[in-house]
């Protein structure tokens, strides 16, 4: 029997569409932008075009378009590239308790390794951070805050376009982790997160992986953080990978706009996925009842661990996750549970169900049929 793939949140599958728009680049297109012969000049007005296009897409100009290798990279570049350029302006970084490992141990290395001072914003129960607390932390030293637009592990949503505008108003660069709001919540236009940098991946809405951008607000210019040739107007040196760069603007003409992660498919599914979880013995929802992504369920099961609920879960056919992907297989506490402020023993003891495009309902009523068996076999104590 097929898996039922509840891992969307990981990545997605690519799509049919985007792989047609991207085969010619593995077959016949090879040439490298840079090089001054026809071959490369062809390849060269391609990386302008899809530059164009991505640039259309966010309602921006296409030399604040950087391409890069994913949410990773687009998070480096945004984090290091800033702290680094503004440090005569000051030490001082605000990010937040919740963000992806991406973001957050860019923080921790500038913090232990390159003399910077970090504020780290608490949430609330619903992974939510407050315009007020950031308004408390900023200081006149404060040079960049970066806030993910919405959370991988239990979907909050973040109140960006409060937080950028406060941003704006003190003079302090903002930086966006979107890389799970693309694809997912509306977007009509870059300017509505009222940020400065904006990180976008492709392979969380039916893109190739190994793809993403990083949106740079004119004038702006981090420091690079990869060094070498001239390429991407000297922000991001190497040779552009135009088939992922091509993979990128298609997922992104088609699944941005109109996101592919459709709420009215979605919402009833993942209501009633947390309906039944919340009900089982010794659950707890991790994830806000409003203000999250429509796709996202998150919670955390007493007297268990994620290895076992992970391998259980993976031994019915269900594929899931125990929260951010690096941490799958391995018993890393969940800072995110951590700072909802549950107890420190359910960090370890995390499920995240990310439903997307092909989840169906009757995918949903195999899960409720053999979660409660899962359960069961791996809590201890019953
Ligand atoms: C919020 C967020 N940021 C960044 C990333 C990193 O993306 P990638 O692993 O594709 O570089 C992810 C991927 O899980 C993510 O969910």
């Known amino acids: 029997m097929k898996p039922v793939y509840f891992d969307y949140n990981a990545t997605t599958p690519l799509d049919p569409l985007v792989r047609e728009a991207m085969r010619p680049y593995l077959d016949g297109i090879f040439g490298n932008p840079s090089s001054v012969h026809q071959i490369g000049r062809q390849a060269r007005s391609l990386l302008d075009d899809a530059?164009?296009?991505?640039?259309?897409?966010?309602?921006?100009?296409?030399?604040?378009?950087?391409?890069?290798?994913?949410?990773?990279?687009?998070?480096?570049?945004?984090?290091?590239?800033?702290?680094?350029?503004?440090?005569?302006?000051?030490?001082?970084?605000?990010?937040?308790?919740?963000?992806?490992?991406?973001?957050?141990?860019?923080?921790?290395?500038?913090?232990?390794?390159?003399?910077?001072?970090?504020?780290?914003?608490?949430?609330g129960r619903d992974g939510r951070v407050t315009v007020e607390s950031l308004r408390k932390a900023l200081r006149a030293d404060t040079i960049l805050v970066s806030v993910m637009a919405a959370n991988n592990e239990i979907g909050t949503v973040q109140p960006v376009a409060e937080l950028g505008a406060l941003c704006r108003e003190r003079g302090v660069v903002f930086h966006t982790d979107a890389v799970q709001w693309f694809g997912k919540e509306p977007f009509q236009n870059v300017a509505q997160f009222n940020a400065d940098l904006v990180s976008i991946c492709a392979h969380k809405f039916h893109g190739p992986k190994g793809a993403g951008a990083l949106y740079i607000r004119s004038p702006l210019q981090p420091d690079p953080i990869l060094f070498g040739g001239g390429h991407e107007n000297e922000r991001r040196a190497g040779t552009e990978n135009l088939l992922a760069i091509v993979g990128l603007v298609a997922a992104m003409e088609r699944f941005v706009r109109t996101p592919v992660f459709n709420t009215e498919h979605l919402t009833p599914m993942t209501a009633r996925v947390a309906d039944f979880v919340g009900r089982l013995p010794g659950v707890e929802l991790a994830s806000p009842v409003t203000g999250r992504l429509a796709n996202t369920v998150a919670f955390v099961v007493e007297r268990s661990d994620s290895i076992a609920l992970m391998a259980g879960l993976d031994l019915v056919g269900i594929c899931a996750s125990s929260g951010s992907a690096c941490s799958a297989g391995s018993l890393e506490p969940s800072h995110v549970i951590l700072a909802l402020g549950f107890e420190p023993r359910l960090a370890n003891a995390l499920v995240r169900f990310s439903l997307g495009r092909d989840s169906t309902l009757a995918e949903v009523e195999r899960m409720e049929e053999l979660l409660p068996q899962v359960l069961k076999r791996v809590q201890t104590g019953q």
């Open 51 to 123: 530059r164009d296009r991505v640039a259309q897409v966010l309602g921006a100009k296409p030399s604040e378009i950087v391409f890069t290798s994913g949410g990773t990279e687009s998070n480096n570049l945004a984090i290091f590239g800033t702290a680094r350029l503004r440090k005569p302006k000051g030490r001082h970084l605000i990010t937040t308790m919740i963000e992806h490992h991406a973001g957050l141990h860019c923080f921790n290395y500038l913090a232990a390794k390159e003399g910077f001072e970090v504020t780290r914003l608490p949430v």
